[in-house]
């Protein structure tokens, strides 16, 4: 009895026995539900992992994507890739936003315009005469051409540039041109060079525009003309008349935000990863990481510096100007605003980067990143860097965050392949590996060490042959015949009396 009543008391208490079986049932179901939840929590990986974006790049007024007003998104655009400006990232931007949206593309016959000679509309694949051929987006390397330019695109196009720190852009040339340049190539180190690039520089070897005023060489200008306030405010004037924005690498998420305005892009279309990156030098150290011989370290002192604004004196103009009016253009559109359209563009980065990327979204060497099809092209003194996807991303968000991170050459050989289906593949003779690297074997391991090339492992530990004997490929056209290396899936390269011959930036 006294069991029974104690029973009837808890069940009292718990009031269960005022339910009938219907309601018992239901809270039956309600606790293996809530266990269901729980155990779900606790097992399944993907509760860990961020919200997958829906589309990275639609136009949309979702959220604030598109800028506020009646403004309608620019399709017709033209930039003018200027050398070592971060304008590999912003190139990324325009392939992205183009292939989202249908966009025809004015692409070159093989990666560059025919750089480093002038522009002209021939070099545009698929262009047939002045305005046959609707072209919507252009942003590969050129020297700009007016005149040319305006053949291929309609009246309407946006054009706009980046511009860089002239003693910044310096560093980045030599490191990467160090190879290609006489000038570099003669001079012990960057210091050396700037404290008498008369010395090391001479006007009528090739490539030498790589060493002086390289952003008024890019622009179609005389960079080797003598310095005057007159010719450099000409100089200026004329570029002023032919872009609509000049954007700066040095403020580069201040540049995005002017430059989505002046678009009426929505905000997924400015949001990017640094690409074409190239690993630092560690502070203290006089060598690159990784490197099997040290070149000569690019540390300046402030009196070699002012020597390198003197030299490219008619790109510190121009860096100046525009500096100038770049904070004039901010201050119109207002100081408050910009820092918050800043933080949100930075946030909406930080949340892509954990979405997209593996490594916590920081760039890692070519040798590390798995899929061979989305390795960096490598060139000069340093290793450019790249990324690896997060894995287990849904096709979509796998696909959009391939976009963001997928290097330029092979950005533009899927945009080729796309637009031109029909085009021949020309004959290669060798495959190399995302562009990056190409791996040894019996044959060529003999010559290897005759080419200047330094042996890495792949992250699988199999041996990687890395180029540094860099011609460009308009050069190798020139000279060879052969035209549009393609990946299909992976980068063809092309190696001609075994020396490899590559692309660079």
């Avoid at 030498?208 to 005389?222: E, I, S, T, V």
Wanted: hydrophobic share 40%; net charge positive.
């Amino acid at each position: 009895m006294l069991c029974r009543r104690s029973a009837s008391r808890r069940m009292r208490w718990l009031g269960c026995y005022r339910l009938g079986p219907m309601w018992k049932a239901l809270l039956v179901f309600v606790v293996i539900a809530f266990a269901g939840q729980l155990l779900g929590v606790l097992f399944n990986k993907s509760w860990v992992q961020p919200e997958r974006p829906r589309s990275l790049f639609s136009i949309s007024s979702e959220n604030g994507q598109v800028p506020p007003g009646s403004c309608r998104p620019h399709t017709h655009v033209m930039f003018l890739k200027t050398h070592k400006t971060a304008s590999s990232t912003v190139l990324n931007m325009l392939y992205r936003f183009g292939e989202e949206q249908g966009l025809h593309f004015a692409l070159p016959v093989g990666y560059q315009f025919g750089y480093p000679l002038p522009f002209i509309a021939q070099r545009v694949k698929g262009y047939r005469g002045p305005h046959v051929a609707q072209f919507d987006i252009m942003g590969n390397h050129m020297r700009f051409n007016k005149p040319e330019v305006e053949k291929v695109m309609p009246a309407d196009t946006f054009c706009f540039s980046i511009l860089r720190d002239p003693v910044a852009l310096a560093e980045s040339s030599y490191a990467y041109y160090k190879n290609v340049a006489p000038a570099f190539r003669r001079a012990k180190g960057l210091g050396d060079f700037a404290d008498n690039p008369r010395k090391y520089y001479d006007p009528r070897l090739r490539n030498n525009h790589y060493a002086r005023n390289l952003l008024w060489y890019d622009f179609g200008l005389d960079h080797n003309a003598n310095f005057s306030v007159s010719l450099a405010k000409r100089g200026e004037a004329t570029i002023r008349r032919n872009f609509r924005l000049i954007l700066l690498s040095e403020y580069f998420d201040q540049s995005m935000v002017l430059l989505r305005h002046a678009l009426c892009w929505p905000l997924d279309a400015v949001v990017s990863f640094s690409l074409n990156a190239r690993q630092q030098m560690p502070k203290g150290r006089s060598v690159w990481v990784g490197k099997a011989a040290a070149p000569a370290p690019l540390s300046l002192t402030e009196e070699q510096r002012q020597k390198l604004r003197e030299w490219n004196a008619l790109d510190w103009h121009l860096y100046q100007a525009f500096n100038h009016t770049f904070w004039a253009e901010v201050e119109r559109f207002g100081r408050a605003r910009m820092e918050a359209e800043v933080i949100l563009l930075r946030s909406r980065r930080e949340i892509l980067a954990r979405v997209c990327l593996r490594d916590g979204g920081q760039p890692v060497e070519a040798s590390r990143i798995r899929d061979k099809a989305i390795r960096p092209f490598q060139s000069g003194l340093v290793k450019i860097l790249g990324y690896e996807l997060q894995p287990g991303l849904d096709n979509a968000t796998k696909e959009a965050c391939l976009r963001m991170i997928r290097p330029e050459i092979q950005y533009k050989d899927l945009l080729d392949l796309r637009q031109f289906p029909r085009a021949q593949q020309p004959p290669g003779q060798a495959v190399a590996a995302g562009g990056a690297a190409v791996r040894r074997d019996p044959l060529s391991s003999r010559t290897g060490e005759h080419l200047g090339e330094s042996i890495e492992r792949d992250w699988d530990r199999t041996i990687l042959v890395r180029n540094q004997s860099i011609q460009q490929v308009d050069e190798l056209e020139s000279d060879t015949g052969l035209v549009d290396l393609r990946s299909a899936p992976e980068l063809f390269l092309i190696l001609s009396f075994s020396t490899v011959i590559g692309v660079i930036e």
